[in-house]
């Protein structure tokens, strides 16, 4: 049995926890655009617990921050 859980991208509190990861991306970003090579995306993986008011218990939490020409794309799997 698998469980489908959406809405994360506008949690406050993961995007909180997520921040350092997305501002390492950001500044990763940043520095690229100097390259001879400019990557078409930069993309950090983080991962950490996180326990919702109405779960029974805290869950791991899978985070992509990426960030490109079009703008950031943040992620979250809860697994």
Do not use: H
Not at 11 to 17: E, G, P, Q, S, V
Not at 48 to 59: E, G, L
């Amino acid at each position: 049995n698998m469980d489908f859980i959406f809405g994360f991208a506008c949690n406050t509190k993961l995007l909180a926890m997520a921040e350092p990861t997305r501002l390492r991306a950001i500044d990763r970003w940043v520095a690229a655009q100097s390259q001879d090579v400019v990557p078409n995306a930069v993309r950090l993986f983080d991962e950490f617990s996180y326990k919702a008011r109405s779960w029974p218990k805290a869950w791991r939490v899978l985070l992509k921050a990426e960030v490109m020409a079009l703008g950031e794309n943040t992620r979250f799997i809860v697994t």
